[in-house]
């Protein structure tokens, strides 16, 4: 069994492949590849502010203090079917958020992630939907802490998915409070 396992920023990420898989690293170590299909991966952060930060960034100390933690999980089978999870402590208690797979890396100005990995990518406001994109809406409970899980028949495209953005509101949209880039992996068969 290959495994790949890189550190960056102080962010750990692991893929490990199936029997016979290659994992390597590029981009710097933001991405892992295979040759075969499959890939598991988690990685976690701190959320810092707009001048610290280097892959977990707050946009709004409220909703998403300085300090606040994130955990986000990719488990890509053989044949593409693709879990994604999402684990967060230290937010705004009792709040109800919005979290999507983005396009690009986070960076100090909120619009940096771009907009939403689609599946089929569209132009069409239809095509913004969980079945379409990587949604992990969730209610922070009493500690603040909360988590999602979605599951989806695909993967994602090389360089397609790079970051989760947390929303100030569940659903389509809602200003953007956090960002988190993620190592998001990419199965090369379908």
């Known amino acids: 069994m290959a495994a790949w396992v890189g550190v960056c920023a ?6 490990v492949l199936g029997a016979g ?15 075969r299909p499959g890939y598991t991966m988690t990685t976690d952060g701190v959320f810092a502010g707009k001048k ?4 977990a960034f707050t946009y709004d100390k409220k909703l998403v203090p ?16 693709t879990t994604v999870s999402l684990r967060v402590k230290g937010l705004k208690a009792g709040h109800t958020y919005g979290v999507h797979v983005h396009a690009k890396p986070c960076a100090a100005d909120p619009a940096a992630a771009g907009g939403h990995y689609q599946h ?20 922070a409970d009493g500690k603040g802490s909360g988590k999602a899980t979605a599951h989806h028949d695909w993967g994602f495209r090389k360089g397609g998915a790079s970051s989760v953005v947390i929303h100030d509101k569940p659903g389509s949209s809602g200003a953007r409070v956090g960002c988190f880039t993620v190592p998001f992996g990419w199965t090369t068969a379908r």
């Open 120 to 139: 089929r990518p569209s132009t069409d406001p239809s095509a913004v939907n969980p079945r379409n994109e990587v949604w992990l809406d969730f209610t």
């Open 10 to 15: 102080g962010v750990a990420a692991a893929a």
């Open 21 to 35: 898989g290659v994992a390597t690293a590029d981009d710097g170590g933001q991405r892992g590849k295979s040759e």
């Open 52 to 55: 610290s930060a280097t892959t």
């Open 66 to 81: 300085v300090g606040s933690w994130v955990k986000v999980g990719q488990r890509t089978a053989p044949g593409g079917a």
